[in-house]
């Protein structure tokens, strides 16, 4: 009844920048927090930024004054603009939505995850 679709991810040079995309679709009443996660080789899955449903946001420490998390509810999609990249953001990228959905019997909240679009920083 969801379905989430990435795009955005590539081969940047130390010092670029990126813009991700995750774009939500289906019978969807309402998105609550929208976030961002990166997992790179060897390493667990980590939050990166957060935006709620009210606008606030979130940074893990590594990324704060480089990356900006974004939101446009009429399009039902959060943005990553991630500038001054660095090799250590090499990593799988990963949106995750908090989605409020009608069925045909009820509402239903669940969380939804993009498939993943692969960032690499490296000269």
């Known amino acids: 009844q969801v379905q989430l679709v990435e795009s955005g991810g590539g081969l940047v040079q130390p010092g670029g920048s990126l813009r991700l995309s995750c774009a939500a679709s289906?019978?969807?009443?309402?998105?609550?927090?929208m976030g961002w996660y990166r997992q790179a080789p060897g390493k667990q899955r980590e939050l990166v930024a957060v935006?709620?449903?009210?606008?606030?946001?979130n940074y893990v420490d590594s990324v704060k004054g480089r990356f900006t998390i974004s939101r446009d509810n009429a399009k039902k999609t959060v943005y990553l603009q991630m500038n001054s990249l660095k090799p250590e953001d090499t990593a799988v990228y990963y949106c995750?939505?908090?989605?409020?959905?009608?069925?045909?019997?009820?509402?239903?909240?669940?969380?939804?995850w993009g498939q993943g679009t692969q960032v690499t920083v490296s000269a």
């Open positions: 995750n939505l908090d989605i409020t959905y009608r069925t045909s019997l009820a509402y239903r909240r669940d969380d939804y």
């Open positions: 289906g019978s969807i009443f309402n998105i609550n927090d």
């Open positions: 935006i709620t449903s009210n606008g606030s946001t």
